[in-house]
Each structure stands twice: as structure tokens, then as C-alpha cells.
């Protein structure tokens, strides 16, 4: 049964600092990966889709990276801003179209 | 814009009161999902509807049950709500099965008193 984890659960850094987001599933038999961001309170919004053929996608100051042999992907966020406080969950697509959730990294972007 | 959209985006209800959730789209995609999320925690699907066609999945207690009239419109009822229902419900959808990304409205905040 494929498990998708987010260490670390919390991550404050101060504003301006690149950082990475970790995310590991234990079946490396994926169809692709999400990463999402949740503010307090709201609802999802889709920010990378990483397809299984595919080792990294970018979109501005984001970029997702897949490594499936290893079974890991990282969310680097360049030159941070407050901004970018909220919380990232990443999710891998499997063979039945559904979607395996980590239970996410809450970060802080401290000005 | 198209996009998906939940009312309401808070809801109360009573211990035992039946309540309903509304989740509409513009994205005429023909999938449409609905999840559970509390605190902290990563979102759980309850089912979703590929056209018609309903999918429960094996653990969403009888409690909850969904309507999906036509394309755009989809519901979720709680038949009884306890106070574990108490979460975040998000409404999802995506093109078809194969295409897995997912569009979420902002959800509706469940309270039971």
C-alpha cells in the first residue's frame, strides 16, 4: 500500500532563504506527483504536476523534482517571502487514478 | 474565470441534523471528487463521480451520501452528522480519471453542536 510522507510535519525560516520541501512515498510505482498549497483555512491550489517520465518541473520561484527509484521529491522555493507562508502537501498519482496524500509541511516565512 | 466553487464556505449544524454541502463547476470536467480534511491532516476521499457514475470508497461510512444531477453540480449529504464530522470538506475536479490533476474550490468548514 503506497504512503506518502512530509518531514517536516512545521519549518520556519527567515524571509529571503531558499529552502526544500521533502516528500517520500514507499512505492515507486507512481503515475505522476502533486504538490499543493493550503492556506488557513481554504481550499487546494495545485502549484507542480510531475509526471512519472519526468524529473523536475518549474513554475517561477518553485521547482519540483522527482526521483522515483529513490521514491522522494523536493519542492525548492527560491528567495522566500512572507507571502509563501502556508501549508504544502504533495500527493502521487497510483494505478487506480487516485490520489495518495502526505499529510503536509506547514512553513513559516518569518520577515 | 473557470473554476469550482463551494457553498456554503461555513456551515453549523446540529448533532443529528441532516446537512447538505453544494459544489459546482465551470470547468465542465467529468470528474468530480469530494474529500474530508481535519486538522493537520491530509485530505481523505469520500467518493467521486465519473460522469454518473458514482464511486464509494470501501471505508466512507453509510452517513455520507452524494448527488450528481448533471455535469456541473455535485452534493454532498450527511444524514446525521456527529461531532467527528466536524472537518473541512473540499470539492474537486479533474478532466477525466487519466488526468490526475486535480482543481479545488475552497472548501466549506463543517462545525457540529
Known amino acids: 500500500k503506497q504512503e506518502v510522507t512530509q518531514i517536516p510535519a512545521a519549518l520556519s525560516v527567515p524571509e529571503g532563504e531558499n529552502l526544500v520541501l521533502n516528500c517520500s512515498f514507499t512505492d515507486s510505482a507512481i503515475y505522476n506527483l502533486q504538490w499543493f498549497r493550503q492556506d488557513p483555512g481554504k481550499g487546494l491550489t495545485s502549484l507542480l504536476l510531475i509526471q512519472s517520465s519526468q524529473r523536475e518541473q518549474t513554475s517561477g520561484r518553485l521547482n519540483a523534482s522527482l526521483d522515483k527509484s529513490s521514491g522522494r521529491s523536493t519542492l525548492y522555493i527560491a528567495a522566500s517571502q512572507p507571502g509563501d507562508s502556508a501549508t504544502y502537501l504533495c500527493?502521487?498519482?497510483?494505478?487506480?487514478?487516485?490520489?495518495?496524500w502526505g499529510a503536509g509541511t506547514k512553513l513559516i516565512i518569518k520577515p | 474565470d473557470a473554476m469550482v466553487i463551494q457553498n456554503p464556505r461555513y456551515q453549523v449544524t446540529q448533532f443529528g441534523k441532516p446537512v447538505t454541502l453544494s459544489c459546482s463547476q465551470t470547468?465542465?470536467?467529468?470528474?468530480m471528487y469530494w474529500y474530508q480534511q481535519k486538522s493537520s491532516q491530509a485530505p481523505k476521499l469520500l467518493f467521486h463521480y465519473y460522469d454518473k457514475d458514482f464511486n464509494n470508497e470501501a471505508d466512507t461510512p453509510d452517513n455520507f451520501q452524494s448527488r450528481r444531477p448533471n455535469t456541473s453540480f455535485c452534493f454532498l449529504d450527511i444524514r446525521s452528522p456527529g461531532l467527528g464530522d466536524a472537518a473541512m470538506y473540499l470539492c474537486?475536479?479533474?478532466?477525466?480519471?487519466?488526468?490526475?490533476?486535480?482543481?479545488f474550490g475552497p472548501g466549506t468548514r463543517l462545525t457540529v453542536t
Open positions: 500527493a502521487v498519482g497510483d494505478s487506480n487514478y487516485q490520489l495518495i
Open positions: 474537486a475536479t479533474s478532466r477525466d480519471m487519466a488526468s490526475y490533476e486535480q482543481y
Open positions: 470547468l465542465n470536467h467529468n470528474v
